[in-house]
């Protein structure tokens, strides 16, 4: 049986990466890990609880067999390789064409044979020489690669690895030989809280929801009891919920398979499984009783066995032969801040100043996304997200992250989307945690598409931005906006302001999600060529800024696919510290001041705020006129 020559040795988690310069350490890959066993020219990929996957990755045991290998067993992982150099075990999931299946790549870290000798006793060190001559420089198209190294400073590599976005870092002995099973001499630092559950249970959904409400999840003690360790409800697109709740019905059992039972309703109300799947979640921390907090649904495990999946704790981490890392350890650290909880994330650095000309802290910000937590998620609620980030506030520099090139935060997921060159991955917040996490990264703009992920080629809104030249007042800006809210009445479509954080105003359009990106964005940009033609002298649709100075840009170009406008009580990274707000149309007076809006008045605003402005919006039901 092939997986006989296959035994993985596997990572202990810590606390902290080690330091000492007898370490290595690896880029810790987000996919499944595979042994690779080549007899006679004969590639035999094998999972870590000893499947035969080689029908499941085709390519890749081609790409070994096209090596020349005769005789060998390799160690690796094979994850699907994004554009910005990450992996993603949730792209993984969706390797269901051609095209998708072309980022697969096989990461190779170890080899354990080679032509008829073993070389598990062997130090790590010399393993690696020996495969790096094996697998040679590969191309930039090869999908069989080799996993390269760094030597010491494991604090600095782990913090360069969450800073980078990825999973986190494997560190290794470099003078270890290869030993099967979990011991000291491999061990694993996570960016974020991640572990394997197996699936017990699930939950019909409520209201809206499709397929699943939520899944009941747990793992292994130490007396084979499958202990109960929560439920994880969100995480899920429509489609995969549905696909899901599918299979888990085929694995329906009158009996809970949890000890105890889980206790109240939720024990007595929801269906039980075959604990057959595991499932990958994201979660911010270990209650005190055993549960997970804020978890999110990664994906399904199918290379690993149920029966394994335990409580992943973070132990001590081995302590280094060095003397330089000990002399190290006796250092005074830096003093700073102590990280401050927030929704259940812990907010670093909460003293620092984001935003100078008022004052105001990265951990007031964190506060004030947790209390508008209920005003603002179901503007984001299943939306791809493109982010300003300031990581040392307004005054150390702020960029646009439109992927998702940061370590999953909790509350937060990613979503692969193809775009004209490359798959990108856009990050979705559905939670108050997820919002508070953004305001950790130093995020200060959330922008949104105008589709949801569960249906993403059919917007469900049109944008007009009305962006007003240098010289134009806001009282044009009003005048603009309710043009433009004539033009839509005319279509027979209701319409919403909001201001956007600047000096102008975003006239939006709720749409049941029917018509395509091409038909909303002609729609949008007949409205502002109407509006240009009627006044040329005050309005454009040029995006130049040289001769606009007395105009107002009506931006159609918002309703573009993956274009983004901010999103609804979203902060804005000026110097004001305003937020984009949504108002009533009665509101938009030339007397109201947009840069009124600051994160002090808003905060103040919605706390005595009975009703939203926007309550009709979320009623609104209405589709593209058939003439668009």
Sequence with gaps: MPSATYRPQLARLVKRAPDGDDWLHEVKFDGYRIGCVVRDRRVTLISRNGKDWTEVFPEIAREVLALGIRDAVLDGEIAVLLPDGRTSFQALQNISTPASRRALAYFVFDITRLAGENLERRPLEERKAALARLLGRPGAAARVRYSEHVVGRGAAMFEEACRLGLEGIISKRRDAPYTAGRG??????????????????????????????????????????????????????????????????????????????????????????????????????????????????????????????????????????????????????????????????????????????????????????????????????????????????????????????????????????????????????????????????????????????????????IVLDLDPGSQ???????????????????????????????????????????ADWEVCLAFARMVAVEMERARPDRYTTKFRKAGREHKILVDYLRNNRTNTSIAAYSTRARPGATVSVPLRWRDVQPTLDPASFTIPAVDARMARLRSDPWADYWRTRQRMPSRA
Excluded at 268 to 294: I, M, Q
Excluded at 478 to 492: K, P, Q
Aim: with cysteine; aromatic share 8%; charged share 25%.
């Design 184 to 461: 000291d001499t491999w061990v694993k630092t996570k960016c974020a809280q991640r572990q394997e559950f197996v699936i017990g249970g699930f939950t019909d959904p409520e209201g809206s929801r499709q397929g699943l409400g939520a899944l009941l999840v747990g793992h292994y003690d130490a007396d084979g009891s499958l202990v109960f360790a929560g439920k994880v409800g969100t995480g899920f697109t429509t489609s995969g919920a549905q696909e899901l709740r599918a299979e888990l019905n085929a694995l329906e059992a009158a009996n809970c398979p949890f000890t105890p039972r889980p206790a109240g309703a939720l024990g007595k109300r929801a269906h039980w499984v075959r604990p057959s799947f595991v499932a990958e979640v994201t979660f911010t921390e270990w209650t005190g009783d055993g549960k997970v907090r804020h978890p999110s649904f990664q994906g399904l495990r199918r290379d690993k066995d149920p029966r394994r999946v335990i409580r992943d704790e973070a132990g001590e981490t081995p302590a280094s032969s060095d003397p330089a890392h000990r002399r190290a350890e006796l250092r005074p650290r830096s003093r700073r801040s102590p990280a401050v909880e927030v929704a259940g994330v812990s907010v670093s650095h909460p003293d620092r100043v984001v935003y100078p000309a008022l004052g105001l802290t990265k951990l007031q910000v964190a506060q004030f996304y947790e209390r508008l937590g209920r005003w603002i998620l179901p503007h984001l609620a299943d939306r791809p997200l493109t982010l300003v980030r300031c990581p040392s506030g307004l005054d150390g520099g702020c960029f646009y992250m439109k992927h998702a090139k940061v370590a999953v935060p909790p509350g937060t997921r990613r979503v692969s989307i193809q775009e004209k060159t490359k798959v990108g991955e856009y990050l979705i917040v559905d939670t108050v945690p997820g919002l508070v996490a953004l305001a950790q990264m130093g995020i200060l703009e959330i922008h949104t598409w105008n589709s949801r992920a569960d249906n993403l080629e059919h917007p469900d809104r």
């Design 472 to 514: 134009v007042g806001w009282p044009a800006v009003v005048e603009a906006g309710r043009f433009a809210r004539r033009i839509l009445d005319r279509a027979g479509l209701a319409s919403f302001p909001k201001t956007t954080g600047g000096r102008g105003l975003h006239v939006v359009v709720p749409l049941q999600p029917a």
